[in-house]
């Protein structure tokens, strides 16, 4: 991951950025610390055929529910409605919750999808599925439009939350 953003060598963290290849162990297990325990992140064909907790269902159903639901046509909505809306209420609670009070530090009721998740918004307002809109070739790339990342890095601080001296990104 070279220049990742104009943000990171402006910080003078360019050379402090490390790339995790798609392969990499790391890049691959994702948890979840819910009601007290650790839980993988479904993955593969068994985590879309059956139920892994800490999910009651098989996430196929949510992607159903996505393919069948027709697109938003509002400017912007919650992370937390937008996920409910086309992936039902437990991905809302369990998964982006989650992921909006790891990442932004927020409350996924409160963040703005358009903002946070803007790939996941611009997918649904093309395909009107977030899933065919990901998964199709489209007009413009929807992620991130940056040339020097390469496609399934990804990218961190060497040192986590304590590098980068303190700086925020």
Do not use: K, M
Not at 24 to 51: C, D, E, K, T, V
Not at 55 to 78: C, I, K, Q, V, Y
Not at 79 to 88: D, L, P, V
């Amino acid at each position: 991951c070279h220049a990742v953003s104009p943000q990171v060598s402006e910080l003078g963290l360019a050379g402090d950025i490390l790339a995790v290849p798609r392969e990499h162990p790391a890049a691959r297990n994702r948890f979840l610390y819910l009601g007290g325990a650790l839980h993988p992140l479904p993955s593969g064909l068994r985590g879309l055929l059956w139920a892994v907790p800490p999910f009651s269902r098989a996430l196929l159903w949510s992607a159903l529910r996505d393919l069948l639901t027709p697109a938003g046509t509002g400017p912007d909505e919650s992370a937390h409605g937008f996920a409910q809306r086309r992936f039902g209420p437990e991905v809302a609670e369990l998964a982006v919750d989650s992921l909006c009070r790891g990442v932004f530090a927020g409350d996924s009721r409160a963040l703005s999808v358009r903002s946070c998740f803007p790939a996941l918004f611009q997918a649904e307002r093309q395909r009107g599925s977030v899933l065919l809109g990901l998964a199709l070739p489209h007009g413009g790339d929807i992620g991130d439009t940056s040339p020097h990342r390469p496609r399934g890095c990804r990218c961190g601080v060497g040192g986590g939350a304590q590098g980068g001296g303190g700086a925020t990104l």
